[in-house]
T-cell receptor, first 112, second 115 residues
Framework: AQTVTQSQPEMSVQEAETVTLSCTYD???????LFWYKQPPSRQMILVIR??????QNATENRFSVNFQKAAKSFSLKISDSQLGDAAMYFC?????????FGTGTSLTVIP | DGGITQSPKYLFRKEGQNVTLSCEQN?????MYWYRQDPGQGLRLIYY???????QKGDIAEGYSVSREKKESFPLTVTSAQKNPTAFYLC??????????????FGPGTRLTVL
């Protein structure tokens, strides 16, 4: 069974500092995709970054980057130069075929 | 602008009543999904549909029903058989093909409260 685990229910970071959110997944599929979504207080889910399992190069989107370790089935999100607007719930997600699986989320607090 | 709309934003229901949550997309996506979100439990899949007139149960389908008569629309009915329906409901869509990222796009959600 495919599962996604986020072991950090809550994290905090000082403004302008860097924080890493952890995510591990379990799968027997060879072709899959990984995502990080952000859910701010408005509760609108927003795609932050995505990674294809076949690509060894880690994805980067401005201040957001991932550390994708395929053998370890790990997909962590690094937020650099944290801003107050980064405060949100972050969900790690996995897609194989047309099925999506989500972790339970990490609530990120940004301290001014 | 393309996107997903859900209505209403807030919904109140008396016990024993059925209620239907609306979800419409103009992204020309084949696949649509309904999730339930409760505190500390992430997103749980209720139903999904990969094509018009076809849908499959997710992990927590009991007490819910759906229809997919049009590509753009995927309404969710919360029936009186759902024991604990108070929750935040999210609708999502994706292209549906298997050969690319096909990330999900989400609507703004509906907060359902049973009185």
């Amino acid at each position: 069974a495919q599962t996604v685990t986020q072991s950090q229910p809550e994290m905090s970071v000082q403004e302008a500092e860097t924080v890493t959110l952890s995510c591990t997944y379990d799968t027997s599929e060879s072709d899959y995709y990984l995502f990080w979504y952000k859910q701010p207080p408005s509760r609108q889910m927003i795609l932050v970054i995505r990674q294809e399992a076949y690509k060894q190069q880690n994805a980067t989107e401005n201040r957001f980057s991932v550390n994708f370790q395929k053998a370890a089935k790990s997909f962590s999100l690094k937020i650099s130069d944290s801003q107050l607007g980064d405060a949100a719930m972050y969900f790690c997600a996995y897609r194989a075929r047309n099925q999506f699986y989500f972790g339970t989320g990490t609530s990120l607090t940004v301290i001014p | 602008d393309g996107g997903i709309t859900q209505s209403p934003k807030y919904l109140f229901r008396k016990e024993g009543q059925n209620v239907t949550l609306s979800c419409e997309q103009n992204l020309n996506h084949d696949a649509m999904y309904w999730y339930r979100q409760d505190p500390g439990q992430g997103l749980r899949l209720i139903y999904y549909s990969q094509i018009v007139n076809d849908f499959q149960k997710g992990d927590i389908a009991e007490g819910y029903s759906v229809s997919r008569e049009k590509k753009e629309s995927f309404p969710l009915t919360v029936t009186s058989a759902q024991k604990n329906p108070t929750a935040f409901y999210l609708c999502a869509s994706s292209k549906g093909s298997t050969g690319s990222y096909n990330e999900q796009f989400f609507g703004p959600g509906t907060r359902l409260t049973v009185l």
